[in-house]
């Protein structure tokens, strides 16, 4: 979310998933006894832009084998400057503010024709603008715009798709952090010149759809953020304005992101933070449900499936102020059609059992190490794989002790049991060790270790 990791692999994981579904015919279903347990996925606009309507059935069969039938498409058009684009077929009054349609498909219709379909309901998200609404939250004029935008957006897709069974609700990809907003002015400027209107709109649009936002709070020392206490007053300010005229609609579903994959927070400091802005929705809009969007990705500049045992502890963490769990996002990063299957027939372990497993791979052995060849100034490893109950999804290999890196799985199999670590001083000698983790996030004793002198 916030971290958007999305730009930085857009390209790739589109093309990757071309390969991935011809291996998507594993899955693991699961009973849904575990508590708690995620209910929704967000999915990214781009990401399902060239799906056939088999792949849809595909993505949907997945989720629910996960005790998933929620989905949120996080945003069905771009109003960034130069990216002006809908995941549609626009019409004639979103055409005429600029956009044209990115996709080869109408992502809009074939979601809600497979979600009547399939059970699944669908939460459909307006537009996102990365490179303006950081820095405009509280200007009056650009919220204007994109109000405009939103409106338009709005009209067009409840016309055309408003008749969908599946078509559950409306989701407001503008993310509102505690960095933004932070005086009372700008809270009510956002209020007044964006989402009190928009709301309005929305209910209008389609009456029976929820409203969804997903804010997120910055826990990061140093990034000039307000604090917890004030993240709490930002909230009531924000739900007393939007109760204070007639004029502004009904906000339906809070699903605040945890930003632990994010690194914006760590699973000891949830509780306070749910709980602050629990506090804000029962002291002034109780009837608003407050979710967790559990992060099931760790680290946004290299991004990789997080493992489950920490996505457990961040629900546990919230569970006292929550009734429901969505994730950024299970669809993408725990799903068998782009990860390894390991990560979901562990999540269905969970499911059944209610715990996470927790037995380790054994350690990888047999670790030799062998220069690369004279001035290559690189240094070739290979060992024997290590093996697990489940699956192992990486090696983390270590050089003097230190992490060099690690070396993920592909969609079926264990990961690649060799490693050149380049880039080494000729005639230095290095000595390394390897572990194995599983999905869960078990982690295997070292190897036997290995030296090699760089050439």
Same mark, same amino acid.
């Given at each position: ?8 692999r ?11 579904s ?11 006894? %575990? ?40 945003y069905?058009a ?38 009547d ?20 939250a ?17 009209q ?23 960095c933004?907003?932070q005086?009372?002015?700008?809270q ?6 964006f ?13 029976n ?5 997903? *804010? ?15 993240w709490?007053?930002e ?26 994959? %994010? ?34 990705y ?8 997080? *493992? ?8 546990k963490?919230?569970? *006292? ?10 669809a ?16 269905a ?9 927790s ?51 592909g969609?079926?199999?264990? *990961? ?40």
């Open positions: 979310m916030k971290s958007r990791p999305r730009e930085s857009s390209l790739w994981m589109v093309l990757f998933f071309l390969l991935a011809l291996a998507a015919g594993t899955s693991f279903a699961a009973t849904c006894n %575990a508590s708690p347990r995620l209910n929704s996925s967000f999915i990214e606009g781009y990401y399902p832009s060239d799906w056939t309507t088999g792949q849809w059935d595909t993505t949907y069969a997945n989720l629910k084998n996960a005790c998933i039938t929620n989905l949120i498409i996080q069905t771009q109003s960034d400057p130069n990216i002006m684009i809908t995941y549609y077929p626009p019409g004639s009054a979103v055409s005429a503010l600029g956009f044209t349609q990115g996709s080869s498909t109408d992502v809009l219709g074939n979601a809600l024709t497979r979600g379909a399939d059970g699944v309901s669908v939460v459909i998200g307006l537009q996102l603008n990365e490179t303006e609404w950081w820095s405009n509280g200007n009056a004029a650009w919220l204007d715009n994109q109000l405009k935008i939103a409106k338009a957006l709005a067009d897709i409840a016309s055309r798709y408003g008749s969908h069974p599946s078509f559950v609700g409306w989701y407001l990809p503008f993310e509102v952090d505690n933004q907003l005086s009372l002015t700008d009510q400027t956002f209020v007044d010149h989402l009190g209107p928009l709301t309005k709109s929305l209910n209008a649009a389609k009456s759809a929820k409203i969804y936002m997903s *804010p997120v709070f910055d826990g990061v020392p140093g990034d000039g953020c307000g604090s917890i206490s004030a709490s007053t909230w009531k300010n924000m739900f007393q304005r939007l109760k204070s005229s007639s004029n502004y609609g009904n906000l339906n579903v809070i699903t605040q992101q945890d930003g632990v994959g %994010a690194l914006l927070n760590q699973t000891s400091g949830l509780a306070s933070i749910y709980s602050a802005l629990k506090n804000a929705i029962t002291m002034y809009d109780p009837s608003v449900v407050l979710w967790s969007n559990t992060e099931v760790s680290d946004p500049n290299n991004p990789n499936p997080m *493992p489950l045992k920490t996505v457990v502890a961040d629900m963490a919230v569970a *006292p102020y929550v009734s429901g769990y969505t994730s950024f996002t299970y993408e990063y725990y799903s068998p059609q782009f990860v390894n299957s390991a990560y979901s027939a562990t999540y372990n969970y499911l059944s059992s209610g715990s996470v497993e037995s380790a791979p054994t350690a990888p052995w047999n670790l030799s190490a062998r220069s690369a060849g004279s001035r290559t100034r690189k240094i070739n490893l290979a060992w024997t794989a290590a093996t697990d109950n489940i699956g192992v999804v990486a090696y983390k290999v270590f050089r003097n002790g230190s992490l060099v890196n690690t070396i993920y799985a969609l079926t199999g264990g *990961p690649t049991t060799n490693y050149t670590d380049s880039g080494l001083t000729r005639g230095t000698t290095y000595t390394y060790q390897v572990s194995a983790f599983d999905a869960a996030g078990n982690i295997s004793s070292q190897s036997n270790s290995a030296s090699a002198t760089a050439n």
